[in-house]
């Protein structure tokens, strides 16, 4: 059985730092694609950020270039998304979803909603005051 469980959420203000976790199991890192995907109040959920196991490719949503990196620890089966330079509009709960393929490309199922992946956490909130 797959779980996904996020952590790290907290409110910051803007020009802030977070470091979300998200421990997987039953769902090898090192073998299949996992990312982070965000909604925000009254708007439809979109992706963040992707990895794909492997290779380690990633994906990042043109918002979030620059200013957040999505790392694993594999020994750990652990994902992280180091968020620097938050802004309000990064205001969101953030899920971790993971999609059990390899050689995923990672454009067609993070630039979306996600609803290509097949397993979600329960997100952890993230607010950025201004």
């Known amino acids: 059985e797959v779980h996904l469980v996020e952590s790290g959420g907290r409110s910051v203000q803007a020009g802030g730092s977070l470091r979300l976790s998200c421990v997987a199991s039953?769902?090898?890192?090192?073998?299949?694609?996992i990312g982070w995907f965000r909604q925000a109040p009254g708007k439809e959920r979109e992706g963040v950020a992707c990895?794909?196991?492997?290779?380690?490719?990633?994906y990042y949503e043109d918002s979030v270039k620059g200013r957040f990196t999505i790392s694993t620890d594999n020994a750990k089966n652990t994902m992280y998304l180091q968020m620097d330079n938050l802004k309000p509009e990064d205001t969101a709960v953030y899920y971790c979803?993971?999609?059990?393929?390899?050689?995923?490309?990672?454009?067609?199922?993070?630039?979306?909603?996600?609803?290509?992946?097949?397993?979600w956490g329960k997100g952890t909130p993230v607010t950025v005051s201004s």
């Open positions: 979803a993971g999609r059990q393929s390899t050689n995923l490309y990672l454009e067609r199922y993070c630039s979306g909603s996600g609803r290509g992946m097949d397993y």
């Open positions: 039953g769902f090898p890192l090192d073998v299949y694609a």
């Open positions: 990895i794909r196991g492997g290779d380690g490719g990633t």
